[in-house]
C-alpha cells in the first residue's frame, strides 16, 4: 500500500506540474502573440492598472500580425484589471489591427459574433437593465432591437431633426462667444441636449441644471468605476461578487447611481407618456414616444423603455469628446485652422451661417474632420464575443486605434495632418488597395453604431459654425505672456476617448460674426422652446 500511495503521489505531483506549467499557455491553432508564461499567460505584460491599452495592443500589432491572441487567466495579479473589467469567457483574446481582419471576422459574421461580455458593476448601476440594452448578449433581443434603432435613425428619418441640430448649434456658438472659459461644459451641454432631444423629447438649458448635473455626475461616476483597477475584476474571478456587504463598498455604489438613474430615466419616461396623452407632437417623435406608440414584444417592456437612458449616455459625450478634440487641433494648428477658414470664407462668406448642405463643398474642413477621427478615434477598440472561426466565448478585440495608426496604410500615423485625406479617399497611402471603409470610427458587425448618421451631421454642422464664426488660439499664462502648450497625447484612458482639461483663448473672429449669431441665437430659443418644460 505504501508503495501504491507513493506512485499515486507521484502521478499527482507530476500532474499539477504540468497543469501548473500549461494553465496559461497558448492553445494549438491560436494566431501567434506575445510569449506567455505559466499561471499569468500574458497578464504580467499588460499596462498596469489598464493605461493605454490600445497603445500597447497596437505595439504587438506590428510585432506579431493584424491578428494576434493574448492569453488571460482569471489570478489574483493587478494588471488582469486592465482587461476593462470584462470576463475573457476562454481566457483568449483575438486581436484584429487591419481592416481586412476586422471585415472577415467580424463585419460578416452577423449576429453570431455580437453578443458584449457582461460586466458586473456595469449591472449593479445599471437598474432596470439599462446595461443589458449594451451588455445583452441575447441575439434576438438585438435583432428586434436593431431593427428599432434602424427605422429610427435611417438616413431619411434624422432629416426632421436638421432644424434641432441647426438651432442647437447656434446656441453653442452663442455660449462659446460668452463664455469662452467655459468651453468644455458648453460643447457637454450641446451634445447631451440633442441626444436628450432624440431619445426624450426634452431639452437641456444648461448644463447647470439640477437633472443635467446629475445625469452627469453618475454616468462621471460609473466611467470611473469601470475603470480598470478601481473595483476587483468580478468577471475574471467571480469568487469577489460573494463578499459580505460590509466588506463590498461597491454595492452602495451601485445601489446609490442606479437609484440616481433610474430617478432620472422615470421622470423623462413619464413625461413622454404623459406629453403623448395630450397630444403634443414632439412626444411622439421622439425614441421614446415611438417605442410607446409603436409597442413591444411581450415582457421586454422594462428593457425597452430603458433605451431612452441608454441613447442619453451614448450620445451625450461622443459628440462631445469630436469636438473638444477639434478644439484643441483648431488651437494648435492655426496653420490647419486658417485654410479651412479661408475655404469657409469663400464658400459660405459671412452674410449668413453654415448649413449642412455646404459640408459637400469644404473638402478642406471635410479632412480635418476625418483627421480627428483617425488621429484620436473616440472608441479606440470594440469588444465582441466569438462562437465561431475562433475559440468560443472568446473577446474579440477591434483595434481601430491600432487600424488608424498602421504605418504600412497610413503614411507618418502619429502626425496630425488633414491633407492626406485630400490625397486618398480614406487618407491611405495613395494606390493602396484596401479594405478599409469610412465609419470604422463608429465601430463594426451589427455592433456598429445606430446613431452614426445623426453623429455625422452633428459634428460636420458644429465643426462648420465653430470655424465659421470663431478663432481658436493657445492660451497665454497671465504671468509670462507666453503660450500654454498643449499636449496633443494628453487623452483620457475610458470608453470614449477624449482631451483631458485644457485651457485655450476662443474668440468672435469679426463683429459681423459676433452680430450675426446673436440675431440668430433669439430664432434658435424660439424653435427649441416646444422641447422645453412648460
Same mark, same amino acid.
Given at each position: 500500500?505504501?508503495?501504491?500511495?507513493?506512485?499515486?503521489?507521484?502521478?499527482?505531483?507530476?500532474?499539477?506540474?504540468?497543469?501548473?506549467?500549461?494553465?496559461?499557455?497558448? @492553445? @494549438?491553432?491560436?494566431?501567434?502573440?506575445?510569449?506567455?508564461?505559466?499561471?499569468?499567460?500574458?497578464?504580467?505584460?499588460?499596462?498596469? &492598472?489598464? #493605461?493605454?491599452?490600445?497603445? #500597447?495592443? /497596437?505595439?504587438?500589432?506590428?510585432?506579431?500580425?493584424?491578428?494576434?491572441? $493574448?492569453?488571460?487567466?482569471?489570478?489574483?495579479?493587478?494588471?488582469?484589471?486592465?482587461?476593462?473589467?470584462?470576463?475573457?469567457?476562454?481566457?483568449?483574446?483575438?486581436?484584429?489591427?487591419?481592416?481586412?481582419?476586422?471585415?472577415?471576422?467580424?463585419?460578416?459574421?452577423?449576429?453570431?459574433?455580437?453578443?458584449?461580455?457582461?460586466?458586473?458593476?456595469?449591472?449593479?448601476?445599471?437598474?432596470?437593465?439599462?446595461?443589458?440594452?449594451?451588455?445583452?448578449?441575447?441575439?434576438?433581443?438585438?435583432?428586434?432591437?436593431?431593427?428599432?434603432?434602424?427605422?429610427?435613425?435611417?438616413? @431619411?428619418?434624422?432629416?426632421?431633426?436638421?432644424?434641432?441640430?441647426?438651432?442647437?448649434?447656434?446656441?453653442?456658438?452663442?455660449?462659446?462667444?460668452?463664455?469662452?472659459?467655459?468651453?468644455?461644459?458648453?460643447?457637454?451641454?450641446?451634445? =447631451?441636449?440633442?441626444?436628450?432631444?432624440?431619445?426624450?423629447?426634452?431639452? +437641456?438649458?444648461?448644463?447647470?441644471?439640477?437633472?443635467?448635473?446629475?445625469?452627469?455626475?453618475?454616468?462621471?461616476?460609473?466611467? =470611473?468605476?469601470?475603470?480598470?483597477?478601481?473595483?476587483?475584476?468580478?468577471?475574471?474571478?467571480?469568487?469577489?461578487?460573494?463578499?459580505?456587504?460590509?466588506?463590498?463598498?461597491?454595492?452602495?455604489?451601485?445601489?446609490?447611481?442606479?437609484?440616481?438613474? /433610474?430617478?432620472?430615466?422615470?421622470?423623462?419616461?413619464?413625461?413622454?407618456?404623459?406629453? @403623448?396623452?395630450?397630444?403634443?407632437?414632439?412626444?411622439?417623435?421622439?425614441?421614446?414616444?415611438?417605442?410607446?406608440? %409603436?409597442?413591444?414584444?411581450?415582457?421586454?417592456?422594462?428593457?425597452?423603455?430603458?433605451?431612452?437612458?441608454?441613447?442619453?449616455?451614448?450620445?451625450?459625450?461622443?459628440?462631445?469628446?469630436?469636438?473638444?478634440?477639434?478644439?484643441?487641433?483648431?488651437?494648435?494648428?492655426?496653420?490647419?485652422?486658417?485654410?479651412?477658414?479661408?475655404?469657409?470664407?469663400?464658400?459660405?462668406?459671412?452674410?449668413?451661417?453654415? /448649413?449642412?448642405?455646404?459640408?459637400?463643398?469644404?473638402?478642406?474642413?471635410?479632412?480635418? $474632420? #476625418?483627421?480627428?477621427?483617425?488621429?484620436?478615434?473616440?472608441?479606440?477598440?470594440?469588444?465582441?464575443?466569438?462562437?465561431?472561426?475562433?475559440?468560443?466565448?472568446?473577446? $474579440?478585440?477591434?483595434? /481601430?486605434?491600432?487600424?488608424?495608426? &498602421?504605418?504600412?496604410?497610413?503614411?507618418?500615423?502619429? +502626425?496630425?495632418?488633414?491633407?492626406?485625406?485630400?490625397?486618398?479617399?480614406?487618407?491611405?497611402?495613395?494606390?493602396? &488597395?484596401?479594405?478599409?471603409?469610412?465609419?470604422?470610427?463608429?465601430?463594426?458587425?451589427?455592433?456598429?453604431?445606430?446613431?452614426?448618421?445623426?453623429?455625422?451631421?452633428?459634428?460636420?454642422?458644429?465643426?462648420?459654425?465653430?470655424?465659421?464664426?470663431?478663432?481658436?488660439?493657445?492660451?497665454? &499664462?497671465?504671468?509670462?505672456?507666453?503660450?500654454?502648450?498643449?499636449?496633443?497625447?494628453?487623452?483620457?484612458? =475610458?470608453? $470614449?476617448?477624449?482631451?483631458?482639461?485644457?485651457?485655450?483663448?476662443?474668440?468672435?473672429?469679426?463683429?459681423?460674426?459676433?452680430?450675426?449669431?446673436?440675431?440668430?441665437? %433669439?430664432? +434658435?430659443?424660439?424653435?427649441?422652446?416646444?422641447?422645453?418644460?412648460?
Amino acid at each position: 500500500m505504501p508503495q501504491t500511495f507513493d506512485l499515486l503521489l507521484v502521478a499527482l505531483t507530476a500532474w499539477a506540474v504540468v497543469f501548473v506549467l500549461r494553465f496559461g499557455h497558448r @492553445q @494549438q491553432g491560436l494566431p501567434p502573440g506575445p510569449p506567455t508564461v505559466p499561471l499569468l499567460g500574458n497578464a504580467h505584460m499588460l499596462p498596469r &492598472d489598464g #493605461k493605454d491599452m490600445y497603445f #500597447k495592443l /497596437t505595439e504587438w500589432a506590428r510585432r506579431y500580425g493584424d491578428i494576434f491572441s $493574448v492569453r488571460v487567466n482569471p489570478l489574483p495579479h493587478r494588471r488582469i484589471q486592465c482587461l476593462l473589467q470584462i470576463k475573457v469567457g476562454s481566457g483568449t483574446m483575438i486581436v484584429l489591427s487591419s481592416p481586412t481582419a476586422i471585415k472577415e471576422i467580424v463585419d460578416k459574421s452577423g449576429w453570431a459574433g455580437s453578443a458584449r461580455p457582461k460586466n458586473y458593476i456595469a449591472e449593479l448601476c445599471g437598474s432596470g437593465g439599462e446595461f443589458n440594452i449594451l451588455f445583452t448578449s441575447d441575439c434576438e433581443r438585438l435583432r428586434n432591437l436593431r431593427r428599432t434603432f434602424a427605422r429610427f435613425f435611417s438616413p @431619411q428619418n434624422i432629416l426632421r431633426y436638421v432644424p434641432v441640430q441647426i438651432a442647437e448649434s447656434t446656441l453653442l456658438l452663442d455660449d462659446l462667444i460668452a463664455h469662452p472659459e467655459d468651453f468644455s461644459d458648453s460643447i457637454r451641454r450641446f451634445s =447631451h441636449s440633442l441626444a436628450k432631444i432624440m431619445a426624450y423629447g426634452r431639452r +437641456a438649458q444648461s448644463f447647470h441644471d439640477d437633472e443635467v448635473q446629475r445625469f452627469y455626475t453618475s454616468l462621471d461616476e460609473i466611467i =470611473h468605476a469601470l475603470t480598470p483597477g478601481v473595483y476587483p475584476p468580478f468577471d475574471l474571478l467571480p469568487v469577489f461578487k460573494y463578499i459580505p456587504p460590509p466588506f463590498a463598498p461597491w454595492r452602495a455604489f451601485g445601489r446609490r447611481i442606479a437609484a440616481v438613474r /433610474t430617478g432620472i430615466h422615470t421622470r423623462l419616461y413619464e413625461d413622454v407618456w404623459r406629453r @403623448q396623452a395630450a397630444g403634443d407632437e414632439e412626444s411622439i417623435e421622439c425614441f421614446i414616444g415611438k417605442i410607446i406608440q %409603436d409597442g413591444v414584444p411581450e415582457g421586454e417592456e422594462e428593457f425597452y423603455s430603458y433605451t431612452g437612458l441608454a441613447l442619453l449616455d451614448a450620445g451625450s459625450d461622443t459628440s462631445g469628446a469630436f469636438l473638444l478634440s477639434l478644439v484643441l487641433c483648431l488651437a494648435v494648428f492655426p496653420e490647419y485652422q486658417e485654410r479651412a477658414r479661408e475655404e469657409m470664407d469663400a464658400v459660405v462668406g459671412i452674410g449668413r451661417l453654415p /448649413t449642412l448642405e455646404d459640408f459637400p463643398k469644404l473638402p478642406y474642413l471635410n479632412a480635418f $474632420v #476625418k483627421e480627428i477621427l483617425r488621429f484620436r478615434p473616440q472608441f479606440p477598440m470594440g469588444l465582441q464575443y466569438k462562437d465561431h472561426l475562433v475559440p468560443k466565448g472568446s473577446v $474579440v478585440v477591434l483595434n /481601430t486605434y491600432g487600424v488608424f495608426h &498602421d504605418p504600412e496604410i497610413f503614411e507618418d500615423p502619429e +502626425a496630425f495632418n488633414p491633407e492626406r485625406f485630400l490625397n486618398s479617399e480614406f487618407g491611405t497611402r495613395p494606390d493602396m &488597395d484596401t479594405d478599409l471603409r469610412d465609419n470604422l470610427a463608429f465601430g463594426g458587425g451589427r455592433r456598429i453604431c445606430p446613431g452614426q448618421w445623426v453623429a455625422r451631421s452633428t459634428i460636420h454642422l458644429a465643426s462648420m459654425h465653430m470655424v465659421w464664426a470663431l478663432k481658436f488660439s493657445e492660451a497665454r &499664462d497671465s504671468t509670462t505672456g507666453e503660450p500654454i502648450l498643449q499636449d496633443l497625447d494628453c487623452y483620457t484612458n =475610458h470608453f $470614449v476617448v477624449m482631451p483631458r482639461p485644457f485651457k485655450c483663448k476662443i474668440e468672435p473672429r469679426t463683429t459681423e460674426h459676433r452680430n450675426l449669431v446673436a440675431q440668430a441665437r %433669439d430664432d +434658435a430659443k424660439q424653435y427649441l422652446s416646444r422641447y422645453e418644460t412648460t
